[in-house]
């Protein structure tokens, strides 16, 4: 009998088998995975339909590797040099009051203040005509914002709404980074007759990113910690993003004075109901 050659046979022979072992495995396996995600789908819509909460969104499975800690900072703002932009000058501008500096130039305001944030408002507009076309009231917005020397390049338009007033509509932006919405950064204006008449602005700058893509709580966990949520009762959840998010309370690492001005960003899951509301969930 030829022994090397039948070695050379079953060596061939166990790897063969080896090969159809794992794919076995890795199928079993597979169905595996399969079968508890979609255990755990319904379990979590069990649960929160007992809470009253429905889900109308995909939740997502596939993280990639895009998202890192950010070290984030206020956008800060120079009240004199809004006064030479916005009002040639003619503005007046305040001295401080409770860390709030106001300049003004007849009907028209913009107030700084603290933690980054600023608002305008324009009393002078008295058109009744009605813009609702969103495309036309973006239009606006981004005309205003680039004479107000606002970059609107890593903005997004989130919602638009109709005013407390009625008279007019309100567009809510969110700030992008890497595609991934970053929270808590916002700019709303209101816009009526044609014309922002107000906008409040907290815009966070991105100075740094972590070394690596970091780790991001799963969905599925983060969902269930909704289960009980009275105040969300009879809403319906309608997407599931991953976002950056920025707690300026427990997040920040630097202050000046009493204002907050840096802080670190991150990963989170931001979770939209079909009331416009946002709620940002974090692993704990």
């Known amino acids: 009998m030829d022994w090397r050659k039948s070695k050379q046979i079953l060596i061939v022979a166990l790897i063969i088998l080896n090969i159809f072992l ?63 932009k916005i009002f040639l000058g003619n503005g ?16 028209e305001k913009i107030e700084f203040m603290k933690r980054g944030e600023i608002s305008y408002e324009n009393n002078s507009v008295k058109s009744e005509e009605m813009v609702s076309e969103s495309e036309a009231l973006n239009t606006i917005a981004l005309d205003f914002f680039s004479v107000f020397g606002i970059s609107s390049r890593d903005m997004h338009l989130d ?21 991934i919405p970053l929270e808590t ?48 009762r009879g809403k319906t959840i309608k997407s599931i993003e991953l976002c950056n998010y920025f707690d300026d309370e427990a997040g920040a690492y630097i202050t000046e004075g009493e204002s907050i001005v840096r802080g670190r960003a991150f990963p989170a899951w931001r979770i939209r109901f079909d009331d416009g509301v946002y709620k940002i969930l974090e692993e704990k």
Do not use: C
């Open 92 to 107: 007046e501008v305040s001295l401080p009051v409770d860390g709030v500096v106001t300049v003004s130039y007849k009907k």
């Open 159 to 179: 919602t638009i709404s109709r005013s407390e007033s009625g008279k007019g509509y309100k567009l809510q932006y969110g700030k992008i980074h890497r595609g």
């Open 22 to 84: 794992y794919v076995g495995v890795r199928q079993k396996y597979s169905v595996g995975v399969v079968e508890t995600k979609e255990k755990t789908m319904a379990t979590l819509q069990d649960e929160l339909l007992r809470s009253g909460i429905k889900i109308d969104a995909a939740i997502p499975t596939e993280i990639g590797d895009n998202i890192f800690i950010l070290d984030v900072a206020y956008e800060q703002y120079n009240p004199r040099a809004y006064n030479e």
């Open 185 to 232: 950064a916002y700019t709303v204006v209101e816009i009526e007759g044609g014309a922002v008449v107000k906008m409040n602005r907290r815009w966070l700058m991105v100075e740094k990113e972590g070394d690596k893509p970091s780790e991001v709580a799963d969905p599925y966990k983060v969902l269930f910690s909704l289960v009980g949520d009275e105040s969300l």
